[in-house]
């Protein structure tokens, strides 16, 4: 298995699992992470990160956060939530648009990659991330001090 890294550096959950479940198995046979890296054709970090994944889950066990950005599913986990349902239930109730105004990380492209990734109705998500984009342009001209801009 070998990386063709192009734009986008995340892998999709499953083909991660395989990776990471690689990087253990080279691990247990004694390689480095320098000769891993060389192997598997990522950098020695990747290779440690994708190893450390492993022993964190067990190599097989997915986390409900998986297929969102790690930074996203951090905020998500800080913000109480305990799995993809409670996610669901908090947009489409409206409580997700409540913490647009006071969460940074769920605004604009956030809350767009959460309704894709609950596969929610798309005039639903058009209205969240236009209220999310607002509180932005909001928040950015005050931040500025243009007041006669909002």
């Not at 020695?44 to 492993?54: I, K, N, S, V």
């Not at 648009?97 to 940074?104: D, H, N």
Request: net charge positive.
């Amino acid at each position: 298995m070998v990386a063709h890294v192009t734009g986008d550096t995340r892998l999709d959950p499953v083909e991660k699992v395989a990776w990471e479940n690689q990087v253990k198995r080279l691990r247990k046979e004694g390689k480095t992470f320098v000769e891993i890296g060389r192997l598997i054709a990522v950098s020695p970090r990747r290779a440690r990160y994708l190893f450390l994944c492993a022993a964190r889950r067990g190599g097989t066990m997915p986390r409900w956060t998986d297929g969102l950005n790690p930074r996203l599913a951090t905020s998500l986990h800080w913000l109480g939530f305990r799995g993809r349902e409670d996610v669901a239930e908090a947009f489409t109730s409206g409580h997700l648009q409540r913490l647009t105004r006071f969460e940074r990380g769920l605004r604009g492209k956030a809350i767009a990659e959460l309704a894709q990734w609950l596969g929610l109705d798309s005039e639903l998500t058009e209205a969240v991330v236009q209220n999310a984009s607002e509180v932005d342009r909001i928040q950015s001209v005050g931040q500025h001090g243009h007041p006669h801009d909002v």
